[in-house]
Each structure stands twice: as C-alpha cells, then as structure tokens.
C-alpha cells in the first residue's frame, strides 16, 4: 500500500482550513448584526412617527379619576392630564378624539373603543397583553384605617374588609395584600374613604392625596365625627401610556406623546398645568426627578453601549491579532492528528493484509493436505485391502502375525489422511458407535511428541466408560487442537491431565447451556496447570479467527473447530479457568445404553451372505479398482468394470446394472452427473459413492476412503437389501 504524505495531508487539512473560515465569517457576519440591531429599530421608530402625518386621529380614553381625570355631565372630559394630554398632541399636531370609557383601559383598549389610554398600570397581569410605554406618572397607593381622635392609635392585624375604587389596579393590590379579607367596591377613592370613616369597611386602598407630604386629610363626614386615620405606605405603581394591542399607528402615538411629555417636563409646561389643578407640589418633583433619574439612566445606557461598542471593538482587534496563531496552533493540532490517524490505518490495513496472507497460506496449505490425503486414501485402500485379504488367507500360519502389523499399521495411516482431511475441511463425517477411551490410547502416543519433553501427560479413563456416536477423526482432532492450546499454556513445562467419566447433566446445568438436555453423558475433560485465561479473553475463545497468539503462531481457527465437531455430535463444551492456576476443557457428548464395543471396520471381510447381482464399477485408479472387483467377485456377484464415466455409460447400455459404485470426482464428467445420466434410464438403480474428500449430497450413500473389503461387502449387501 502506497501512501503520500503530502496528499494524504492536504485532503485531511482542507476541511481544516474550511471550518476556520467558516468561524471567521460567523464573528463578523455576527457583529454586522448586532450594529444593524439598534439602528433597525430606530429606523423602525421613525417610520412609525410618519405613518401618523395626515388625517389619522387617534382615540384617547379616559374615566372618572379625581383630581386627573374628570367626565362632565355632558359627556365632556376634563382636569389636569386632559390638559396635559392636549398640549402635547398639540406640539405634535397629532389631531385626537376623546371618549369617556367607566370600564376602564382593559375594557376600551380590549374593545376597541380607544386606541391609547393615557394613565394605565404596568401591572404584571398585564405584562404581554398590552403595550405600555415607560411611566411618566407614579402614583402611590396606601391602606388607611380610621380611628377614633380620642383614643390613642394601636397597630392592628389584618382588615377583615376593604373598600377600593375598583380599578384593575387596586383590585391587584387588594387581592394581592389581602386575599382573605372582603372586598368592597365603591366608586372613587373618597367613597373609598367614606365606607372606612362609617364602619361600613375595616380599611380603604387609596391614591396617596396629600399636601408637601402632610397627613392625609378625612372627609369632612368623616371629621364630623372626629375620626382620624392611620395611613401605611402599601407600594408605589407607574403609570404610561396603553396602546391598543395590534395596532402599530395606536403604539406609535403613544410613544410620540410619552416623548413629548418629557420636554414638557424640563421645560416647567407640565407642572404648571398640575399646579393650576391643585395637584401637590411633592407629585411635581417627583415628576421631575423621575425625569433626572430618567435622563441618568439614559446616559448611562449610552455610556455602557460605547462601553459595549468599545469592547467588542478592541475584542475583535484582539482576536484578529490572536487569530493567526490560534489557527496555525490549531491546524498543527490537527495535522498531528491525522498523522497519527494515517498511522493507525496503515498499522490496520497492514494488520489485514497479513491476515489475508495468513489465509491464504492456510487455504493453500489446506489445499496441499487434501490433495496429499486423497492420494493416500487410494493408496491405502489397496493396501489395507490386500492386507486384510492376506491375514484372512494366513491363518494358521507364521505370516499371520505379520500380516495383523501391516493392517495395523495401514489403519494408523487411514487416521492420519483423516487428520490431513481435517485440516483442510474436507473430511467426510462418518457417525458411528466410538469409545472415547480407544480414541484417547490411540492419539496418545501423538499427543506426547505434540506437548514435549517438559509436559507430563495424566490420562485417568474410566474402564466401564459408555460408547457414544460421533467420528473417530473428528474426537482425534478435538484432542489434538487441545493438547496444543494447553502446550501454548505451559511454556514452563506442566502437566496436562485427560479424564473420562460417565455423568449425568440434570436440569442445573442445562439451564445455564441451553444446548443441552437433561440425561446421560460421556464427559472427557483436558485439564492444564497453565497459566489461565482472562475472563474477556473467556467470552471469545470460540469466535472464529479470535487467537491472543502473536503475528504468525495462530489462525484463531482450533478453538472453533472443536466447537463445531462437539456441537455437530449433539453435545455441549464448557471451560474454566482462573489467571496463574491453568484451564479445564469439559466436553460432554451423548452416551448411549451400555458399555459394548465400538464398531469396528477390521477383521473378517467376507460378506455374511453371498450376492448374484450385477455391480458397475467407475474408479479411475487401477489398483483400487482391481481390488473392489476382486472383493465382490470372490462373493458371487458380477462386475463390470469402468475407468472412466463415459465408459460406464457403454457398459450401462449393454447390460442389465443393478448397483452403481462410482467416485465423485473424475477428468470431464464428474461422478454427480454419471449418476443422474443411469438413473434418467434406469430410475430403480441403486448408487454407493466412493471417496475420501466431499460429500455427495442429496442423502446419497457414501463410501469413504480407505474402506476394507469387509465394509466394501457389508455396504453392497445393505443397498442391494433396501
């Protein structure tokens, strides 16, 4: 794998880069926005004050409220904030109609019947329901309790009634402070007064209407009969300007005239119309610092602006100068990054490609085994066959004892091509009736050159052990494949010990694995006195591929196998082990009834009963064909002989075949296709496969290779039977 730093950089970086600039135009696109902010809505205020030249008249509400407001007989509205209201429309030819509303600003503005209400609370319930300007009137409201002048005043609890004008305002000062106590509604606030004075109310909720701040003067039904009244400040409520709500000419002239009415009170026009009304003093400089405080709270709003303006100007200095060393920081951040990134793919990819190679090593060594098997299964067909047929002509002779050690040693090399055939995956599985002792004593052997000089080998087998189904190459490979991972344990020397039992697995267990059931086993535990396994390590062993062997020593691929042969032998696997104190294998494989010999493929050849039927054989090697001829000859049946499928097809077409022993693999047609050829003609033929590699599939019946006469025999007589 080639790789070019330059490149590889570059595109890594390019999105880099992108993202700064990205941030940049963000900052600025952002800074643009927050100067446009103030001056959209000034603009915004200016268009507003235009959209009110012309004919546009503006409905202004108002009420009974002594000593601002006062609705004449006829209809007609008067007193101090009229005036005020009129002079400033005036200054600012802003033409305007009045209408008399007793239901207050929330019921004109809400109806419609006005579109600005001079004097209205900026109440909290108001608070996103209407547009209030800023106050220009304050109003303190206060709670007074009459006494009797002759008495001396004590302070008393909570009123349990109170007498208010009924206005939104005091009723959310009533409700507010005094939420258990009645409520009486009157209708002014010397009304209000009245019904303290007369008993009729513990308390009234007033406008604080008093001269250069001297006691609150009662009414004079109220002096008549010597009471006198106990005031306690309850909280001090701004009054602006109401605008209809939606209506954007309604809030612009409400803005206009509460503008206006700030010049008129610097300039004095405002308290001398209050004066002339009567109204305190006191309320006029209040007015008057409410405009200082007003003006100073505008300067210092100016002044923390160009505080603001400043800072976000030398901030933005400040970042420009930072910036290009904060970029290059960060782009060699990142370059770092993606350096190390390019190493860890190139270390994974590099990873791959020997994993690849280490597959395809396997493959092709696989590849080897099975042809180096296949060769040997013919080859020792012929001479375990010919040997078999020797120690059964020797009896009763010297020979005969030489014969059995060729036909032993024959059988060791059978097992041998089956381990090859093992490795490559290529194996045929033949089922059948297996001590797990004689597999045991016969690997034994292997198994001690397997671990080495420093291992000791314990195996502890249990004489009345039962037989189980399964292949014997299979169980041998199981063993072998453990006896490695346990030598790979032990690099010191140890001790691996091999056990067999009978067990029972009852319903404890089988919970735990639920491929097993309840009922009795054959247990064969490996146990090493290695050095253990991790508990992670634990809950992989048996993925494929999963090896904690370095680079080159492992395929991760034993573990899995023998995972597959017990669970395809209808059995179960466990492991333990603890880091420092070794590991134990337990495989448990079906027991079946009673402790009798295993079957056996050895001894007599002879068939037990003698055949008269016609056999095709198709085998392309001479001596393994020779030999089966010979074998079914010897026992009465007639033999046809073929090398090749095509010459089988001739003989097929002659004679009367009433079984068909073919290979599966041959130059040209293959042994599948020779079979579905006869039986198109001969739908009654019976087929016995031969072979050492493969399966045929379909149910067929196979023959596997290296087969002695005997089996030869038995498996003929047994198609030809069905």
């Known amino acids: 794998m080639q790789i070019r730093g330059y490149t590889g950089l570059q595109g890594v970086s390019a999105p880099i880069f992108t993202g700064l600039r990205r941030r940049r135009n963000l900052f600025r696109y952002g800074l643009l926005a927050a100067l446009a902010l103030p001056i959209g809505v000034l603009v915004y ?77 900026r109440l909290v319930s108001r608070t996103g329901k209407y547009e209030i300007t800023r106050s220009w009137l304050d109003l303190s409201y206060i709670l007074v309790r009459p006494y009797a002048c002759t008495a001396p005043h004590a302070a008393s609890s909570e009123p349990k009634s109170v007498a208010h004008r009924g206005t939104e305002v005091t009723r959310s000062i009533v409700f507010d402070r005094y939420p258990r106590a009645r409520k009486i509604k009157v209708s002014s606030h010397s009304g209000a007064l009245r019904a303290a004075c007369s008993g009729e109310a513990d308390a009234a909720v007033v406008v604080e209407i008093s001269t250069e701040g001297g006691p609150l003067e009662p009414p004079r039904e109220c002096q ?17 300007f109401g605008s209809r709500p939606g209506s954007r000419k309604a809030r612009a002239a409400a803005v206009l005239l509460r503008t206006e009415i700030d010049r008129m009170i610097d300039d004095g026009t405002l308290g001398g119309i209050l004066l002339r009304w009567g109204v305190s003093s006191g309320e006029i400089r209040a007015l008057r610092a409410a405009r200082v405080a007003s003006e100073r709270t505008n300067l210092l709003a100016a002044i923390a602006l160009g505080l603001l303006v400043a800072v976000v100007v030398l901030s933005f200095v400040y970042r420009r100068l930072r910036r290009a060393n904060d970029e ?27 994993c690849f190679y280490q597959s395809q090593k396997m493959e092709s060594l696989g590849r080897l085994a099975g042809g180096v098997a296949h060769d040997f299964n ?74 080495g000089p420093d291992i000791e080998l314990i195996t502890t087998l249990d004489p009345a052990l039962r037989v189980v189904r399964a292949d014997t190459g299979q169980l041998g490979q199981v063993l072998l494949n453990l006896a490695v991972n346990a030598r790979d344990a032990l690099p010191g020397g140890g001790t691996v010990i091999i056990r067999t039992q009978n067990i029972v697995l009852d319903e404890t267990y089988t919970a735990k694995h639920p491929e097993a059931v309840p009922g009795p086993y054959v247990q064969l535990t490996v146990t090493d006195t290695g050095v253990g396994m991790k508990p992670e390590t634990l809950e992989r062993i048996f993925e494929p591929f999963f090896t904690t062997k370095e680079a080159g020593r492992g395929t991760g691929l034993g573990l899995a196998t023998v995972y597959g042969i ?86 097929s077409g002659a004679e009367r075949v009433d079984l068909l022993i073919t290979g599966l693999t041959f130059r040209g ?43 030869l025999c038995v498996k003929v007589r047994q198609l030809l039977d069905d």
């Open 669 to 711: 047609m293959t042994g599948k296709e020779l079979t579905d050829s006869l039986l198109s003609v001969r739908p009654r033929l019976k087929i016995l496969y031969t072979g050492g590699e493969g399966e045929p599939g379909g149910g067929a019946e196979l023959l596997a290779k290296p087969f002695g006469p005997g089996s």
């Open 45 to 121: 205020h200016r268009l507003a004050m235009r959209s009110l030249a012309g004919d546009t008249r503006i409905t202004v509400g108002a009420q009974t409220s002594p000593p601002y407001y006062f609705v004449l007989a006829d209809g007609e509205i008067d007193g101090p904030v009229y005036e005020v209201i009129q002079e400033a429309a005036r200054r600012r030819s802003l033409p305007l109609d009045w209408v008399a509303d007793e239901g207050g600003p929330d019921h004109a503005l809400t109806t419609g019947a006005a579109d600005v209400w001079p004097m209205m609370g």
């Open 224 to 240: 008549a009969r010597g009471i006198c009244l106990n005031t306690t400040p309850l909280t001090t409520i701004g009054f602006g």
């Open 328 to 354: 290059r920081k960060r782009v060699h951040d990142q370059l770092v990054q993606s350096q190390a990134a390019l190493k860890v793919e190139f270390a994974r990819r590099t990873e791959m490609e020997e």
């Open 378 to 451: 013919n080859l020792l067909t012929v001479i375990n066959g010919y040997g078999e047929i020797l120690f059964e002509e020797t009896a009763g002779t010297p020979l005969r004892e030489r014969t059995a050690q060729i036909v032993n040693a024959g059988q060791k090399a059978a097992n041998l091509t089956r381990q090859l055939l093992a490795f490559s995956r290529k194996q045929v599985v033949e089922f059948k009736r297996v001590s797990l002792n004689a597999v045991v004593e016969d690997t034994t052997k292997m198994l001690r050159r397997v671990l």
């Open 566 to 651: 017990v669970r395809q032998a209808q059995g179960s696997i466990a492991v333990t082990s603890r880091m420092g104190y070794g590991t134990t294998f337990s495989i448990y494989l079906p027991g079946l009834e009673g402790a009798d010999a295993p079957e056996n493929d050895s001894g007599e050849f002879r068939c037990a009963r003698r055949g008269y039927e016609t056999v095709l054989i198709v085998e392309d090697q001479d001596e393994v064909r020779n030999l089966m001829a010979e074998t079914l000859e010897s026992s009465g049946y007639k033999v046809l002989r073929a090398s090749t499928p095509e010459e089988a097809l001739t003989f």
